[in-house]
C-alpha cells in the first residue's frame, strides 16, 4: 500500500506559475505509475497529466499541454506538477493518484487504486 499526500497549492494570478508536489510513502514507489486529477467545483473529477513508472513517458490532457510539466525522482518518492501560465479555468483541486496495476488506461480514474487528499489551485484574472 502507499500513502499520498500533495502540497503546494495555493492562490495565484493568472498568468503565474505553482508546483505541485505528491509525497509517497510505504511500498516501493518505482512500483507506481503516477497520474494527477483535478477536480472543479459542480465537475466531473478530470484527467491532467501521468508519468510511467520511470519517468519514461508522460501524458498530458490537451487543455495543459505546453504549459503543464509531470516529473518524479524514485529516489525521493515524488511526483511533481510544474503549472507554468495559469488560467482562471485550472482552478480546482488537484490530486495526485497512484496505480500499481500492470495494464491501466492512464487517463481513467478508476485505473488508480490510491489517491491523495487533495491540494487547492485558485488562478484570479
Known amino acids: 500500500q502507499v500513502q499520498l499526500v500533495e502540497s503546494g497549492g495555493g492562490l495565484v494570478q493568472a498568468g503565474g506559475s505553482l508546483r505541485l508536489s505528491c509525497a509517497a510513502s510505504g511500498r516501493t514507489f518505482s512500483s507506481y505509475a503516477m497520474g494527477w486529477f483535478r477536480q472543479a467545483p459542480g465537475k466531473e473529477r478530470e484527467f491532467v497529466a501521468a508519468?510511467?513508472?520511470?519517468?519514461?513517458?508522460?501524458y498530458y490532457v490537451d487543455s495543459v499541454k505546453g504549459r503543464f510539466t509531470i516529473s518524479r525522482d524514485n529516489a525521493k518518492n515524488t511526483v511533481w506538477l510544474q503549472m507554468n501560465s495559469l488560467k482562471p479555468e485550472d482552478t480546482a483541486v488537484y490530486y495526485c493518484?497512484?496505480?500499481?496495476?500492470?495494464?491501466?488506461?492512464?487517463?481513467?480514474?478508476?485505473?488508480?487504486?490510491?489517491w491523495g487528499q487533495g491540494t487547492q489551485v485558485t488562478v484570479s484574472s
Open positions: 493518484a497512484a496505480t500499481s496495476d500492470s495494464y491501466y488506461y492512464y487517463a481513467s480514474s478508476a485505473s488508480y487504486n490510491y
Open positions: 508519468i510511467t513508472r520511470r519517468g519514461g513517458t508522460t
